[in-house]
């Protein structure tokens, strides 16, 4: 089945401490996203990538980095995070012709206190 | 800055009605334009994109319009059922240039909800 997963998806941590979302998609596509969803902001896009070692800021970056070490993987790291990214994430993926057509995750809530 | 809007951010409609929903963008450099749908607890879930040189596109039950002139996106959904009950979201992409390459960047609009009441 055609799928994105995201781990874990909820978690409650403290300020400062690192922590890392996983994303992984086996549908070997290019293009990958990650989007926080907050009421009344909708959906904001933080980084994204359209290839292994290929990354963007989307509009929302600060705070948060990315990796693409591997086609099928994306994780979003928060070195240091703080309540104000208390939210929840999507990841998101897509091949490069298929620009409509993103699949996303089951998305990860994140609350730091 | 610029960004994608919506006009009305709930919409309620009977089982069986046509729904409409809007969406206004500002920036004119957009080229390609996708609606999403967000059932309660769950991802967005694509439903149907249009490019900039078409003004209307038709999928299953749904349409799309596209006015550039006033910078404006629709939503149609016919014969709308209580199973479209959901947050539909229109997003942005600039530069998404010819054959197919894209940017990446994608830019939401903050959702209305829609209720099917049976």
């Known amino acids: 089945e055609a799928q994105v997963t995201q781990n874990p998806r909820y978690l409650i941590t403290v300020t400062g401490k690192k922590l890392t979302v996983t994303c992984s998609q086996n549908m070997n596509h290019e293009y990958m996203s990650w989007y926080r969803q907050d009421p009344g902001l909708g959906l904001r896009q933080i980084y994204y990538?359209?290839?292994?070692?290929?990354?963007d800021k989307g509009d929302v970056p600060e705070g948060y980095k990315v990796s693409r070490k591997e086609k099928r993987n994306f994780p979003l790291i928060l070195e240091s995070p703080s309540p104000n990214q208390t939210s929840l994430y999507f990841c998101?993926?897509?091949?490069?012709?298929?620009?409509?057509?993103?699949?996303f995750g089951p998305g990860t809530r994140l609350l730091v206190l | 800055g610029e960004s994608v809007g919506l006009h009305l951010p709930t919409l309620s409609v009977q089982e069986g009605d046509n729904s409409i929903i809007n969406c206004a963008y500002s920036n004119s450099a957009s080229d390609y334009f996708i609606w999403y749908k967000q059932e309660s607890g769950k991802g967005p879930q694509f439903i149907i994109d249009i490019r900039s040189n078409m003004d209307k596109r038709q999928g299953q039950r749904v349409t799309v319009l596209l006015n550039k002139t006033v910078k404006h996106l629709s939503l149609q959904i016919a014969a709308t059922q209580p199973g479209d009950s959901a947050v539909y979201f229109c997003a942005e992409n600039i530069g998404s240039g010819a054959g197919g390459t894209s940017y990446g960047k994608l830019t939401f609009g903050q959702g209305t909800i829609l209720t099917v009441h049976p």
């Open positions: 990538s359209m290839n292994v070692e290929v990354t």
């Open positions: 998101a993926s897509r091949n490069r012709n298929g620009m409509g057509t993103q699949y």
